[in-house]
RNA sequence: GCAGGGGUGGCAGAGCCUGGCCAAAUGCGACGGGCUUAGGACCCGCUUCCUUUAGUGGAUGCAAGAGUUCAAAUCUCUUCCCCUGCACCA
């Protein structure tokens, strides 16, 4: 057994000690790469690892490949989170002290635990822990923490020009609210963590016919407005007439209580329902149209009142029909707006309940399923029939229409929560609020969006196929409010009441790295503006902005040294579900604040972490503390599991059987490296070559996975393919004591940035004095590659198979081993004749070459050859050409005897098709020599 | 609904871009055997079906269906199913 803590704690020191991943300028070429920082509000568990273990894995690969690497670290303390995480705590709140215990916090720590610094301090410093156990090559010096002042003076900075280039607008804004604690609630505040999602919907006004007054309708089709045949309420909900934006209007009380969080709505008087169901409306084409009871109708959902459209909605039609049998309604016919071409439905409606199995006297579940069959179909392939809107698509009528009515005030635009209901952690209702002046980023601006995109195209994402994702999601990204009302970070400069929405602030930071350690000690009031702009724009001279800022000249200008050194070759990892926030915001603002060459060069993403099979979680209690996992396993086994265990990004998953077949690997390699001094050294045979040249296309294939960041392939290739390697090359009776340790060697190296401290130990083990975390990359020697040699070895293998197939048939029939095996190599004229049907799939190709009667052919049997063609027939497509000559399989199989003799316990004797006596002789073929078995 | 990613053998997971060395790597599991007092570890074999008591043969097969091709897990189209995201939340 490894003794993994000992060599991880071991190498850790000997890293720091040597200062090893500092990075400071030189003249190399630099290379930059941050992970998103994490929040400390919670220890990190192996989920965390598959980010940050990505990011080291290439900081350590890009460090020996030469280059000037930096890999900073810093902590996100913006926002509510660490707030929020105090009040729980104060209330004591069992599940978060349940998720404390499991990560180990001490009781008399959760006691100290009352303010919010305190908790972040105490977090960052458990974090810190956990990556320094885990492994990765962090330069320390420049930690900091979001919320600190220096780094406010930064973002301060950042909305400046921001707002300079007027990309900060004000607005209206829906947000999910609490009633009873008036605060906004996101999916953290509510019971279940279900987040309120708030749609735009249409509510259409219809006026009551001898009134000054409107029934407010919501509906998600307000292009069936024109088939309205009535309205419906529900007999048994209460109603009020009040007044909206001056007019007066009819709906649900309960809708009144959660819409006045987003209208302004006064004067309430109680309506009956049954006063609603004497009133008439007028419909769009002017006429008069009745109000009836839906069975259907929930005073929660909408406004209480729903607008009847029976061609086209299940629903409607279900409740006129039944109302129609009852002899109401008997004069109200449907009508049509809209049809699909080709189907000639009389009623749509009647005719989806019917694909649904049902008619108008179904279960609300029956006649759901209708609803949904049409207007998908609807949705897809409806085209509209009415007047000024013919032909066109449904759902672009559908917008069209909406506003249209909103234009001639005849609707209005509402919010409406759509997963109802939801609970805030207090136990009220959620409901919709809109909050008016707003702060946003206009990420929508058109001259932004185009400068992006085409910034867009100069970055490499990796893996590639994310690449579609990032399209999208710089199209999509509109409105982003920025202020907050609440929580931890930098005030909004233009409005001080307000606080910097998290992701706000976190999306140029990695700049910051360039000069925190060196402006910590900096006053604050320093700090100014022209600092930062020259700093990152190279605004003015270090003299006038020393002078002006009170900063050492000496400071500026090595801050705006290290900016510039460091800020050219950049990577940034994060995990994918950041795709359409924070990485898509680190784009535009990239582009929007700082030079072109100052823009992202590359962006990575990575999967999560599933523990055995499930998705981590709470709930499950399958959660893995990083530094449990560490304990348990060691860092480098969890590291190879976790970041190497599945392609970028896939999820990749996390299970003690996967730990302990990467642990039995490394010790196979291991053990190895420390018998390799009683391996001999002799002249180089076979199968030593086969390792050289198995051991350089390694090289050159983990190479390029890693360059990919292919990891699973990269992590395959040094490690798993490698012992199967090892393991074959010993079973050949390989023992070269110098092939060996140059395999082992290259391993040690092609593995330092996977598991970094085994590959360290590894590498001392093999005499090596300097560290193989800086070590340089391996470089291959193509000239060892052989595919003749490789090809060589696998007829073996092949051979070796057919041959037990063949003794297992014997055996039967003898009832005893064999005491011999004979092979005879195919005839000389055959291999071209294989290669011609290899290379062309034809037969005909072989036929070709017999009767050109070339000089390799000459003297043979033109009958023999033919025949042998023609019997090529049904392997044409699974033929391979071959460079091996009979020859080559002539001293292959000698050289090989003893091994083969070894493995099948009998004798083994070789010839020549050309010479043989056999009758099975004729049966070879190049690279499968006939097998004559003696008993 | 929109957007993105997927569907491969008992399971996990390669292969797909660049069609043919693909009955499909590798690992796990199952089974048989060796070793062992036994278990573990380790080693060997086997893991779609049929055929063959001298072999490397055949059939079916990579979600379903259709197509292109001499040739399809791989390319095209259609359908079905699964996962993720959809904003003020880090």
New binding site residues.
């Given amino acids: 057994m490894i003794d993994y803590k000992g060599i991880e704690s071991k190498w850790q020191a000997e890293w720091e000690k040597a200062r090893l991943f500092e990075g400071n300028i030189s003249d190399k070429e630099s290379y930059f790469i941050t992970v998103a920082f994490p ?1 400390p509000n919670a220890p990190q568990h192996i989920g965390h690892l598959r980010a940050y273990g990505t990011g080291d894995v290439i900081a350590r690969y890009k460090r020996m490949k030469g280059l000037n690497v930096l890999f900073p670290m810093a902590f ?1 303390g ?4 660490i707030l929020a995480f105090a009040k729980r705590l104060k209330n004591n709140d069992p599940d978060l002290i349940n998720e404390l215990k499991m990560f180990h916090v001490p009781d008399e720590e959760l006691k100290k635990m009352t303010d919010p610094l305190y908790i972040a301090n105490y977090f960052v410093a458990e974090i810190e822990n956990g990556m320094r156990r885990a492994g990765y090559s962090i330069d320390w010096r420049r930690k900091f923490v979001s919320i600190e002042p220096f780094f406010s003076k930064f973002i301060e900075w950042q909305f400046k020009m921001l707002n300079e280039k007027n990309y900060l607008v004000k607005g209206r ?4 609210w609490c009633p009873n604690e008036n605060n ?6 509510t019971k279940h963590d279900v ?4 749609e735009k919907q249409t509510a259409v006004k219809f006026k009551v016919e001898g009134e000054e007054s409107y029934m407010l309708c919501v509906t998600y089709r307000p292009e069936t407005v024109y088939g309205v045949t009535n309205l419906f309420v529900n007999e048994e909900a209460e109603y009020v007439k009040c007044t909206i934006n001056g007019e007066s209007i009819y709906l649900s009380k309960a809708a009144s209580e959660v819409l006045k969080y987003q209208l302004d709505i006064s004067q309430a008087e109680d309506v009956a329902p049954q006063e609603m169901l004497q009133k008439r409306c007028i419909g769009m084409d002017g006429k008069a149209i009745p109000v009836l009871s839906g069975f259907f109708v929930d005073k929660e959902i909408g406004t209480g009142i729903v607008m009847s459209v029976p061609a086209h909605a299940p629903f409607d039609y279900s409740a006129i029909e039944r109302l129609k049998a009852k002899g109401y309604a008997t004069d109200i016919s449907p009508i049509k707006v809209l049809e699909i071409p080709g189907k000639d439905y009389e009623i749509p409606a009647l005719a989806y309940l019917k694909m649904a199995q049902t008619d108008a006297n179904g279960t609300m579940e029956e006649i759901e399923k209708a609803t949904k069959l049409e207007y ?1 179909d609807e ?2 392939l409806g085209k509209m029939t009415i007047k000024g809107y013919e032909g066109m698509p449904e759902t672009e009528a559908r917008e069209r229409i909406a506003a249209d009515l909103i234009k001639g005030s005849k609707a209005m635009e509402l919010y409406i929560l759509v997963n109802i209901p939801v609970y805030c952690r207090c136990g009220y209702g959620v409901v919709v609020k809109v909050v008016d002046n707003q702060w ?1 980023i206009n ?1 929508g601006d058109k001259e932004w969006k185009e400068k992006t995109k085409e910034a867009f195209k100069g970055i490499r994402i990796l893996p590639p ?2 690449r ?2 990032f ?3 710089i199209d ?7 202020a ?1 009302a609440q ?1 931890l970070g930098t005030r909004f400069p233009l409005d001080p009441n307000y606080i910097i ?3 706000s602030d976190s999306t140029i930071y990695m700049a910051f790295y360039t000069i925190s350690h060196l402006i910590r000690n900096v006053k604050l009031e320093s700090l100014k503006p022209e600092f930062f702009s020259y700093v990152f724009l190279g605004e003015g001279n270090p003299e006038e902005i020393s002078k002006l800022t009170g900063i050492d000249y000496d400071i500026v200008k090595r801050c705006k040294e290290s900016f510039d050194y460091w800020y050219l070759n950049t990577s940034r990892h994060s995990g ?3 795709i ?3 990485l898509t915001m680190y784009i535009y603002n990239h582009v929007a604040l700082l030079e072109q060459k100052r823009w992202p060069k590359q962006i990575v993403v990575n999967g999560s972490v599933l523990s055995e ?1 499930e ?1 981590m979680s709470k709930s499950l209690g399958n959660i893995v503390p990083l530094i449990d996992g560490i304990e348990k396993y060691s860092a480098d086994l969890i590291r190879f599991v976790v970041v190497a265990g ?2 970028l ?3 990749s ?1 996390f299970s003690a ?2 730990v302990k ?1 990467v642990d ?1 690997r490394l010790t196979f390699v291991y053990d190895i490296a420390r018998k390799l001094d009683s391996m001999e050294s002799t002249e180089l045979t076979h199968i030593d070559y086969w390792l050289y040249s198995k051991l350089n296309r390694k090289i050159i294939s983990a190479s390029e996975s890693i360059e990919q960041l ?1 990891l ?2 990269y992590a ?1 290739a040094v490690l ?2 490698s012992v ?1 390697e090892l ?1 074959r090359y010993f ?1 050949r009776k390989g023992a070269n004591g110098i092939v060996v340790r140059d395999y082992v060697s290259a391993l040690a190296l092609l593995l330092s940035p996977i598991t970094p401290h085994m590959a360290e130990e590894l590498w001392h083990a093999l005499g090596n004095s300097t560290f193989a975390s800086v070590e340089k990359w391996p470089t291959a020697n193509p000239e060892m590659v052989s595919d003749r040699i490789e ?1 060589e070895e696998g007829m073996l293998d092949g ?1 070796i ?6 003794i297992e ?2 055996k ?2 003898h009832g005893s081993d064999p005491k011999s095996v004979r092979y005879i190599t195919a005839a000389k004229w055959k291999m071209p004749i294989t290669n011609a049907v290899a290379g062309s ?1 034809k037969i005909g190709a072989a036929v070709e070459l017999i009767k050109s009667d070339p000089e390799e052919l000459k003297g043979f049997d033109k009958g023999r050859m033919m025949a042998y063609a023609t019997g090529l027939g ?5 033929l ?1 050409k071959t460079e091996v000559t009979q020859d080559d399989e002539m001293k292959l199989i000698v050289e090989s005897s003893a091994y083969i003799s070894s493995i099948l316990n009998c004798e083994v004797s070789v010839e020549r098709e050309e010479d043989s006596k ?1 009758a ?1 002789a004729s ?3 190049p690279g ?7 008993f």
């Fill in positions: 929040y996100h913006t926002g509510t989170p804004h829906p947000v999910g906004a609630v996101g999916m953290h505040d987040e309120p999602e708030i998908r949705s897809h946003f990420y196929k994310s579609k994702a399209e999208a999601a999509w990204i509109d409105l982003r409010a920025v907050r929580g929405e998290s992701l994918v579900d950041l359409f926030n924070h099979g998705k599945a392609d990004f896939s999820d998953e059987d996967a077949g039995e292919e699973r392939a395959t798993y393919d199967l393991r079973n090809s051979i198979d057919d041959t037990k197939a063949v048939l014997m039967r029939k799939k049904k392997k044409v497509n699974s391979q056999s099975r049966a070879a073929m499968r020599p006939a097998i004559e078995a003696e």
